[in-house]
């Protein structure tokens, strides 16, 4: 089945980074993605490094099956913006969040990704893909 925006007509430098990541977080794009986040009281969110995202997900015995670039660094960030202190309640519930996310069994390759570039699209957010490159 193909996806129904391979029919739409990509920004510049789309499909240079497509080719590269297919729909999946560089490390760029995470970054730049973070950058933007506010935590429930409008804080820039801190930005945690792969190597302490993937430690917290051991401490926790988070094993992801769907483990593509840098898309549970940008989901774990996601939790912590938006639900860190109300629904996920801890460092144990964020990381099964995360996975809860990225191995959804009716989920999709890339969903995190195709998330954020629909919240993109709906807020007006340019994203300068030959920058994310």
């Known amino acids: ?3 129904f925006d391979y ?3 990509k920004p510049s430098g789309m499909e240079a980074y497509l080719g590269l990541y297919g729909h999946h977080f560089s490390k760029k794009m995470c970054e730049w993605a973070i950058s ?3 935590d429930m009281n409008g804080n820039h969110v801190q930005l945690k490094s792969m190597d302490q995202v993937d430690a917290i997900l ?3 015995g988070i094993k992801l099956e769907n483990d593509y670039g840098y898309d549970k660094v940008f989901v774990m960030h996601m939790g912590i913006s938006d639900y860190l202190g109300s629904s996920i309640r801890d460092e144990r519930a964020l990381a099964t969040y995360v996975k809860d996310v990225l191995d959804d069994k009716d989920g999709y390759d890339g969903i995190a990704f195709c998330r954020f570039l629909a919240d993109c699209e709906s807020k007006g957010v340019p994203i300068i893909w ?3 490159v």
């Open 36 to 38: 933007r986040m506010r």
């Open 130 to 132: 030959e920058d994310m």
């Open 7 to 9: 029919y739409d007509i």
């Open 58 to 60: 051991r401490a926790h």
């Open 1 to 3: 089945m193909e996806r």
